[in-house]
């Protein structure tokens, strides 16, 4: 291999620099997802369904931010994947982009305060004296009353 004065990087030292570049780059917060999937959906007064169900089909986004810094919604809340087969709560992630998915046997209400019982946060919005915004507009109350709405944007931020 010829060089021109600099020492070419093998993949390890790529590897290593695209690490620690990666781990020191972003300012995010981690709420991590907890492990007893069907506990957790269980509290929210939600059922595992062994597949999605369609008939109620919507997407919410949520943004939430800790004194400032975005907080990266978990993929597979509501989903239990310890079987052979994925199970599913009829709200659940699939990725960390924040879009929530509402896949429900039937129509009814689902609340921001069932996925945040459902990822293990809910205390947690309740006392880091978090408030909610829809579309730019600020909603008064508790964010956990919140009712998922096809569509919308919930950005919640605590301090």
């Known amino acids: 291999m010829k060089t021109t004065g600099h020492r070419a990087l093998t993949p390890l030292a790529l590897l290593v ?10 300012d995010q917060v981690v709420w991590p997802a907890p492990k007893d999937v069907p506990e957790r959906v269980r509290a929210a007064g939600l059922e595992m369904l062994d597949a999605e169900a369609m008939d109620m089909h919507i997407h919410t986004t949520l943004k939430v931010y800790s004194d400032g810094r975005p907080v990266t919604v978990p993929a597979d809340l509501g989903i ?38 459902e990822w293990g946060v809910r205390d947690r ?4 004296n978090c408030h909610a915004d829809i579309a ?22 605590c301090r």
Not at 125 to 128: G, K, L, P, Q, S
């Open 17 to 26: 620099a695209a690490t620690a570049f990666a781990a020191a780059a972003p």
């Open 136 to 157: 730019g507009h600020r909603v008064p109350g508790d964010p956990s009353r919140i009712v998922l709405r096809d569509g919308e944007t919930i950005t919640v931020r």
């Open 125 to 128: 919005v309740r006392e880091d």
């Open 80 to 117: 239990d994947r310890s079987g052979p087969k994925p199970r599913y709560s009829p709200l659940h992630t699939h990725d960390t982009s924040g879009t929530l998915h509402v896949e429900s046997e039937r129509w009814q209400d689902f609340t921001l305060g069932q996925l945040l019982t």
